[in-house]
């Protein structure tokens, strides 16, 4: 039997990953790393840069292509059929590289529990054991990096995508929200009045760049930032944090 080891590392800074991912990472027979295509190169690096400060002896390494999500109106069954296909590539990896391997590490960026399917996916994997070191979240290096509280005082947070703000709007009764996964700008979508926004990008990395201020006065220079980043770097990770009430 094979334990798939779902090995949260932070937001792409070394010293996010904990002694216990550091533990695990140095336990497993392979470690596999997923490739994006060439404009996403820098997100293998990173994992590649890690492994190169954690690891105490050699561990097999497996890169690994991931196939591309089809476009298409039908947003979940899209993503279900993607989620299958990768699950059909995990398997087929260790089969090719280490069948024998009875510990398999998947680094996770950020942390496997949050708005993100590797655990939905690994379930598709019936021959092997999931286990889950957990990583530290975009969130809390966001709120880190803004010196900010993620919730006002004995207030709730809601944590959202960028699909749920820009189809369905303010939550009613919510006074913060945690945007994640968001394509570009759904905030644009809001009225901005009275509304604060905390943004960051590539959070925990060198290349952290952060903004903040009132929603009606900082939103353009969001969005000119964010496309800069993006032609710069071929790629973007970015997350916000949306107050209202003028409370922090």
């Not at 690891?55 to 993607?82: E, H």
């Not at 509280?149 to 929200?177: C, E, F, K, M, S």
Request: net charge negative.
């Amino acid at each position: 039997m094979t334990t798939l080891w779902l090995v949260g590392i932070g937001t792409g800074n070394p010293d996010h990953v904990t002694g216990q991912a550091i533990k695990a990472l140095n336990a497993a027979d392979l470690i596999l790393i997923p490739r994006k295509g060439t404009a996403k190169s820098d997100l293998a690096e990173v994992r590649q840069l890690i492994l190169s400060q954690v690891l105490t002896s050699p561990v097999p390494v497996a890169d690994y292509d991931v196939p591309q999500r089809a476009d298409q109106d039908d947003y979940l069954g899209a993503v279900n059929d993607w989620h299958d296909a990768i699950a059909r590539v995990w398997a087929d990896t260790i089969a090719t590289h280490r069948p024998d391997a009875a510990n398999v590490a998947l680094m996770v960026w950020g942390d496997p529990s949050l708005y993100d399917s590797t655990l939905r996916i690994a379930a598709r994997l019936p021959g092997l054991t999931v286990r889950v070191i957990p990583g530290i979240t975009s969130l809390q290096a966001l709120t880190a990096a803004h010196a900010i509280p993620l919730n006002t005082l004995a207030a709730p947070v809601t944590i959202t995508t960028g699909r749920q703000l820009r189809d369905h709007g303010w939550p009613d009764g919510a006074t913060t929200l945690a945007v994640m996964l968001d394509k570009g700008g759904a905030f644009t979508t809001l009225d901005p009045t009275d509304t604060d926004i905390w943004w960051a990008a590539y959070v925990g990395m060198p290349e952290e760049t952060l903004i903040h201020g009132p929603l009606s006065q900082v939103a353009d220079q969001i969005l000119s930032t964010r496309v800069r980043l993006r032609v710069e770097h071929g790629w973007i990770m970015d997350i916000y944090l949306l107050r209202r009430g003028g409370d922090v």
